[in-house]
T-cell receptor, first 116, second 115 residues
Framework: AQSVTQLGSHVSVSEGALVLLRCNYS??????LFWYVQYPNQGLQLLLK??????LVKGINGFEAEFKKSETSFHLTKPSAHMSDAAEYFC??????????????FGKGTHLIIQP | GAVVSQHPSWVICKSGTSVKIECRSL??????MFWYRQFPKQSLMLMAT?????????EQGVEKDKFLINHASLTLSTLTVTSAHPEDSSFYIC???????????FGPGTRLTVT
């Protein structure tokens, strides 16, 4: 069975500092991996996804994530935090052959706080 | 583009009654729709997968007779919580997989409170 672990339920960084949100996964087959962002009272928005192409994946809003098979990790980074990045971030995994068209297993989420 | 709506956005109902939640893909056709449940400050848990015109597939531990799912068209799926109880109070989120790209898009969620 697949699973996702997000280290740190809350992460606080200063505006302009590096953002690093950690995600480790467990999967019996090569996984599809996703990062989603959820702003208050809004639906989840896809930041980026890994689908077995390039291991370094670039997403929207300046975020990127690197797939490391040996570490079973898919950490999310952004070089310089902005106040608008404050939100809840979810890492998710899918083992299905349908890429994004399969039910996802989500991590518990990380609340990102940006300090002015 | 690729917008998914849910209706209602919030609902309060009395214990023992049934509540229907709609999930619509507004500008694309969805081969598959998913229903998730999110408890406060917790992750989303997949409840069921529905394909247009066929019976939904429920995850282990989800009562299919309690959470009725109908996927009548390529743009509409409904979740009916039957004989609701306070423990069914939660945030229900749907997502729809784009028929062409298989990209999955999420609705804004429906908050259900059972009193």
């Amino acid at each position: 069975a697949q699973s996702v672990t997000q280290l740190g339920s809350h992460v606080s960084v200063s505006e302009g500092a590096l953002v690093l949100l950690r995600c480790n996964y467990s999967s019996s087959v090569p996984p599809y991996l996703f990062w989603y962002v959820q702003y208050p009272n809004q639906g989840l928005q896809l930041l980026l996804k890994y689908t077995s192409a390039a291991t370094l994946v670039k997403g929207i809003n300046g975020f990127e994530a690197e797939f490391k098979k040996s570490e079973t990790s898919f950490h999310l980074t952004k070089p310089s935090a902005h106040m608008s990045d404050a939100a809840e971030y979810f890492c998710a995994v899918s083992e299905g052959a349908g890429g994004g068209a399969d039910g996802l297993t989500f991590g518990k989420g990380t609340h990102l706080i940006i300090q002015p | 583009g690729a917008v998914v709506s849910q209706h209602p956005s919030w609902v309060i109902c009395k214990s023992g009654t049934s509540v229907k939640i709609e999930c619509r893909s507004l500008d694309f056709q969805a081969t598959t729709m998913f229903w998730y449940r999110q408890f406060p400050k917790q992750s989303l848990m997949l409840m069921a997968t529905s394909n247009e015109g066929s019976k939904a597939t429920y995850e282990q531990g989800v009562e299919k007779d309690k959470f009725l799912i109908n996927h009548a068209s390529l743009t509409l799926s409904t979740l009916t919580v039957t004989s609701a109880h306070p423990e069914d109070s939660s945030f229900y989120i749907c997502s729809a997989a784009h028929r062409g790209t298989y990209e999955q898009y999420f609705g804004p969620g429906t908050r259900l409170t059972v009193t």
